[in-house]
């Protein structure tokens, strides 16, 4: 499915929902909050927020394409007991207020997320990231390697068009990027919004509940936002700059033979993708489709463990 366009379409089309909760719905069932939360008091931008929890090393949770902070809540009510976890909130997502209108995402999140480190005295955290996020820890590695300790990468590509084929490229890419973006935009209907939101939660979660909460999380985006962060993701190739990385980067990606990614391609595809980053570790998570803290949570949890570990 990886290799076709109508295919890779789809997946792209599906990043818009990457799952997050603004609060009630699942709050309590699915993802319960951590006591004594706080905000990084020296730390304003428009562009994200960071809610800090726990004590210890720090760890760097970043969310998806349309997606709350909300997603990684089970991993960091769990790591919170050992490490202090810094949860993202990237602007204009899942309620998030959003001043930029259609101008760029990706880049200026990347640029915020270096300064936050900086800002808050955070010596090389771990960074891990779900999607779109995943795509930013990588790019801040990159940009940025005194500042980052190491990297895990959670079902994303370094090049997420390369889902279209090995041939496509940025330029060539670039039309369909700008279509898709104007296409998002025109898409005001709520209803409209919401049944396409359902039909596509299916093939990014095995989970009931958290389909339910990346479609109520993308409605509650603002679609200026997701629409440039759409845009900024089809035409982000971060491939040229792997040869030359030095920091750790494990790469988790999911496959699912009943409905979601079939394992002997996704095998193939992040292969390849990631064939020119030394030393990075790539580890493939069965019965799961994107949304893998919510398929297979204790398989991410022994996955994050051992990373956070340097195993």
Sequence with gaps: MFNTAPSGRAILRALCLAAAVTAAPLGVALLPSIAEAQTAPAFTSDRLSVEVVGAGPDVVLIP?????????????NRLSATHRVHLVQLAGFAGEPWI?????FVDPAVAEL????????????AVIGHSMGGLS?????????????????VDALPFFSALYGPQVT?????PMAEQARAAMIANTDPDT???QGEATAIGMARDPAIREAMVEWTLASDVRAVAAAFHDVMTTDARPGLAAMTTPVTAVYATDADGGPPPAMAEALWTREYSTLPGVTVVRVDGSRHFIMADQPERLDDLVDGFLAGR
């Design 114 to 125: 270096a300064r936050y480190i900086e800002v808050a005295g955070l010596e090389r955290p």
């Design 64 to 76: 998806g394409l349309a997606s709350s902070r909300e997603v990684w809540r089970p991993l960091a």
């Design 193 to 195: 919004r919401r049944r």
């Design 170 to 174: 940025v330029e060539s890419v670039r």
């Design 100 to 104: 930029h209108g259609d101008g760029p």
């Design 137 to 153: 820890g990588l790019l801040l590695a990159q940009r940025h390697p005194d500042r980052v300790g190491r990297v895990m990468i």
